[in-house]
């Protein structure tokens, strides 16, 4: 596969490299990390949406989650910061539409008051998502670039 480069809105900047976790359907966060949050799971962060074929039972701790948008309760944003408490939760999140509150809320919280920054990016557009596959080369700049491959 030849190196694809997309640019989007760099919403918590950084630099990382590392592998895509993928995610075609909107991610449910709380769905997600219900295990972390509510079984006292806290060594990995194995995914818990049975609704989501993709990700159902695959660790996805320390991840580079690329999706559309997130979906679920009004308490995505505390179990994203829950789970970065815990050392679990994602490294980036790379979407290709625009980012909810809801999940927003809780990225930027962790980033202010924790100061734990998660990387993220959103309008990284459709093409995005339908070339990255999960275990993509995936390399992420400041300025908003994603180069996959």
Known sequence: MAKQTFKGRPLLPGDLEGEATVSKQPFNTT?????????????????????????????IADCIMCTSQT????????AI???????????????????????????????????????TIDLLGDEFLETVQTGDPIAIHADGTVEVG
């Open 81 to 119: 910061m829950g789970v970065a408490e815990m050392g679990v939760g994602p490294r980036a999140m790379l979407f290709s539409r625009h980012i909810d509150s809801i999940i927003s809320a809780g990225l930027f919280m962790e980033d202010i008051w924790n100061e734990k920054r998660i990387i």
């Open 71 to 78: 979906i679920g309760s009004t308490f995505g944003g505390a």
């Open 31 to 59: 769905a997600s990390y219900f295990d972390n949050m509510f079984a006292g799971v806290r060594d990995k962060a194995p995914c818990t949406d049975s609704d989501n074929p993709e990700l159902f039972r695959k660790d």
